[in-house]
């Protein structure tokens, strides 16, 4: 059952059995929602104007996996965007959902949707996003700074061990980046990003203070599960990885004092006033697991205020408690 929290007044869970939550407030004033749902076969898509009603907002399909091929299993991570005029989702897909060597064989793919209401027209494949590799490619989120696109995204780079790495570039349309200018950004090195896996995923982008700030996960997707931050100054050359600094430890982990298990792959979004910045993430309320956790099915989407430092960074606080 969901509790609402004495201070930011969000419920908590925001919606039940949604892993990867994606938040994106609109224009229009409607708070758009999707996220991984258990059976990682389809996009859904949902709004409301409030937060809290997001709960209970009407869901609409906007695609279903393939029968065969590319983009027939494992549904992961979607996101809506609002680019130049249309709507777009970045989502990854799997041609199975067996793993090769420990790693699964996603790549990334983007559907464009030209209406007003995205939960209404017709969603086109605009197909995969190219990298340099043809190899496991996952959690593509992009974002917009002095006039350029970027896309963030994870990928397991053939000559580094491990599961993924995050990389940045810039972008010639919502659906293709400019290869040639593609860099890694963070790779795991802490033991904190090393637990059962080596993974560096689940990109979310805040600007602020004069800082852009990229939150990532790490390590297993069990309740080790956890957040780290890179930031780099909004005048740096954002593709010159020396740039960007990386937090030596987590920035939002399991606390078992509020039954917060494995927090990460968040969003951002603002509260109704536009007052508040608010992390949008998933987390369960229980740490034991039975087989994989990727198919236990209790990874509730969850949102809490961010306080800021003096310093103009971040302060996630802990998962679950109240202000």
Partial sequence: MSTVTKGNQYANPLVLQRADPWVYRHTDGYYYFTGSVP????IELRRSKTLNGLADAETVVAWRKHETGLMSAN????EIHYIDGK??????????????????????????????????????????IKTKWESFALDATTFEHRGVRYLVWAQKDPDIVGNSNLY???????????????VMITTPE?????IGFLVNEGAAVLKRNGKIFITFSASATDFNYCMGLLSADENAD????????????????TSEETEH???GHNSFTVSEDGKEDLLVYHARSYKDITGDPLYDPNRHARVQAITWREDGTPDFGIPGAQK
Wanted: no cysteine; charged share 25%.
């Fill in 39 to 42: 059976a990682y076969d389809l």
């Fill in 75 to 78: 549904i992961w991570a979607p």
């Fill in 87 to 128: 709507w777009y989702i970045y989502f990854a897909a799997a041609w199975t959902a067996e793993t090769n060597e420990g790693l699964f064989d996603h790549r990334m793919f983007v559907l464009e949707n030209d209406s007003e209401n995205p939960l209404e027209g017709e969603w086109v494949e605009k197909g995969q």
């Fill in 168 to 182: 940045i570039a810039p972008m010639t349309n919502p659906w293709t980046i400019d290869i040639d200018k593609q």
């Fill in 190 to 194: 802490y033991d904190w990003e090393k």
């Fill in 238 to 253: 954002l593709l010159d990885p020396s740039v960007w600094e990386k937090s030596p430890e987590p920035v939002f982990s």
């Fill in 261 to 263: 298990y494995g927090p």
